[in-house]
Every structure is written in structure tokens, then in C-alpha cells.
């Protein structure tokens, strides 16, 4: 059986971990250091790191593989393959080189559409129709390798950061289940990238989280799926961070950009920069909890409009 080697660290890669466990032999997971989560600060180790300990396997988190004790260790071991499903880290030329079949990635975007961080953001954040899973030889260029297999999926317009997330866990395990056996007894084919095509999705930056209320509804819309639930959009509102779930399109109705024009049992609708303006129905008030807007409706006593968010 081939030894194998995975580094991953959210959720999303956890389904790909728990595939190679049961289909192959992995003789090392590496992933990010434990982080504090939460308003408590709690130590929590990375969701790749639960699975592995339920395991069994060995477990290494470095700062930076690059600098780390680690890298001479996981090079000794001597393993067929490196699979890697957002580990966080470029890595190094030496560890990529080590492996008798390489290194390759699952990658949450058709390559190479969303090279980077934030594929699955970025792609909805575009208003794009469809993404998917690539497949691909890991080089030192970032998410740049030959693709061995590709996938698509669509996106609906429903659909925010964390559907895709799942349906896109699951479709990298499978896809990856599929592609292996040809990786593994050398028959697989891959294809180059195009460079000229390639497109990036840089991790998430605090400037990008904020609404602009001046564009058009369909990108307010698109934006705030794009990332909700993590790391969610804002807007301010009396001096205050308004955190933004989700909302929906309301034709026809218009407005002075980012003005509260009306609000419902269920919703409070903003002018945007189009003939069509948003309806929030899913937020969070400065130190209070995630709720509908329904609920935070419920407990005002004064009329919202007329407020501009900004």
C-alpha cells in the first residue's frame, strides 16, 4: 500500500483526510498550530487535526514548515505521495521533491480560475455560475501545476460560502478517490495551465468584508453570500459594526445608496446603487448574538428609516 502524507487544515479538507484513511495508508498529517478561538480565547486544534488524532496518526503543526524540525522528519519518512486540501502554506521545494510520486492538491476552484486562499469567496463574491475541484501537481508556484482532473459545480443562486464549502468538501473527496489509483500506478495524464487565463483569490482582508452600497444590488447581494458565514460582511450603522448574513434582491425600489428605505416584519431594505435595492434578513447587532432580522425588528422602538449605513 502507498504511504501517503496529507496536510490540511479547515474543515473543508477533513473529507478528504477521512477518504485517504479509509482507502490508503497515511503515514503523517501536518496542519497549523492549535489557534485561539472565540471571545474566551479557548485553545482549538484545526478540524484536520481532530480526525487524525481519532486516527491514530502522527501529528505535526508547524509555525512555518520551511524553518521547522519537522521538515528533515516528514522527508525521512519516504513516502509515494504528498496530498495537500488548504494546509495554509507554500511548501517547501525540498518536502515537494521528496515523494517518488510528487505532491498534488485540492484545489476549490476550476484552475486556473481562483489560484490562492479564497477561491470559493471570490467566486461567488463575482457572481460566477459554476465552480468546482481541480486536481493538480503542486510546484512552487502558487496553485500553478499541471491539473490531473477537474470537476464543476454549480452554484445556485441560494448558495453562500458555506453550501459551497460542503458541496465542494465532498466533490474533492470523491473527485480525489477517483483520480488516485492512476496517480498512485502512473497511467494519469494532466494537462499545463494557462497562465494568460489565470485569475487569484487572495485571502479575505478586513477592507474587503465591507459593504459598498453605491454598487449595484446584484453585487451587495453577492457579496454578502460571498461571505457569509465566515468571515461575514459589514456595514455601520449608528457609529456601529452591523455584521450581514443574508439578504435577498427587492426590485424596483430605489433610493439614495446605503439609505434605509423601509423596513419589514422581516427585513430592512437599504437603497443600493441600482434600480434595485436589498433586504436584510439575517444580521448581527454590535454585542449582541447572530439573529433575523425579524427578531431585531421585534425590539425597536423607533423607526430605521431614513438611517444611512455606510
Avoid: C
Avoid at 458555506?162 to 473527496?173: C, I, N, P, R, V
Amino acid at each position: 500500500m502507498s504511504k501517503i502524507i496529507f496536510m490540511g487544515t479547515p474543515e473543508f479538507s477533513t473529507k478528504v483526510l477521512e477518504m485517504l484513511i479509509a482507502e490508503h495508508e497515511v503515514v503523517a498529517v501536518v496542519t497549523q498550530p492549535d489557534r485561539p478561538v472565540g471571545r474566551k480565547r479557548k485553545l482549538t486544534p484545526p478540524p484536520v487535526k481532530k480526525v487524525a488524532v481519532e486516527h491514530g496518526i502522527t501529528v505535526y503543526q508547524p509555525e512555518k514548515l520551511a524553518q521547522s524540525e519537522d521538515l528533515n522528519t516528514l522527508i525521512e519518512l519516504n513516502a509515494d505521495l504528498i496530498v495537500t486540501a488548504a494546509f495554509g502554506q507554500l511548501l517547501p521545494e525540498s518536502l515537494l521533491a521528496a515523494p517518488k510520486l510528487g505532491a498534488i492538491n485540492v484545489h476549490a476552484s476550476l484552475l486556473p480560475k481562483y489560484r490562492g486562499g479564497a477561491p470559493i469567496h471570490q467566486a461567488i463574491i463575482d457572481g460566477q455560475k459554476e465552480t468546482g475541484i481541480s486536481i493538480m501537481y503542486m510546484v512552487k508556484k502558487l496553485d500553478a501545476g499541471d491539473v490531473i482532473s477537474q470537476r464543476a459545480i454549480e452554484i445556485e443562486l441560494q448558495d453562500d460560502v458555506g453550501t459551497m464549502h460542503d458541496k465542494l468538501s465532498f466533490l474533492g473527496a470523491n473527485l480525489l478517490k477517483e483520480t488516485l489509483p492512476s496517480i498512485l500506478n502512473g497511467t494519469n495524464d494532466s494537462i499545463t495551465q494557462d497562465d494568460s487565463e489565470a485569475t487569484f483569490a487572495s485571502n479575505i482582508s478586513r477592507e474587503d468584508e465591507k459593504i459598498n452600497w453605491s454598487l449595484p444590488a446584484e453585487q451587495v447581494y453577492n457579496h454578502i453570500r460571498g461571505l457569509s458565514p465566515w468571515p461575514v460582511a459589514y456595514t455601520v450603522m449608528d457609529g456601529e459594526n452591523l455584521k450581514l448574513f443574508a439578504s435577498r434582491i427587492e426590485k424596483g425600489k430605489t433610493g439614495v445608496p446605503g439609505t434605509i428605505i423601509e423596513t419589514t416584519k422581516k427585513a430592512i431594505i437599504v437603497a443600493t446603487g441600482s434600480e434595485d435595492a436589498i433586504a436584510l434578513t439575517d444580521i448581527q447587532v454590535s454585542g449582541k448574538k447572530r439573529m433575523l432580522t425579524a427578531n431585531y425588528l421585534s425590539g425597536v422602538q423607533t423607526s430605521l428609516v431614513g438611517k444611512v449605513l455606510s
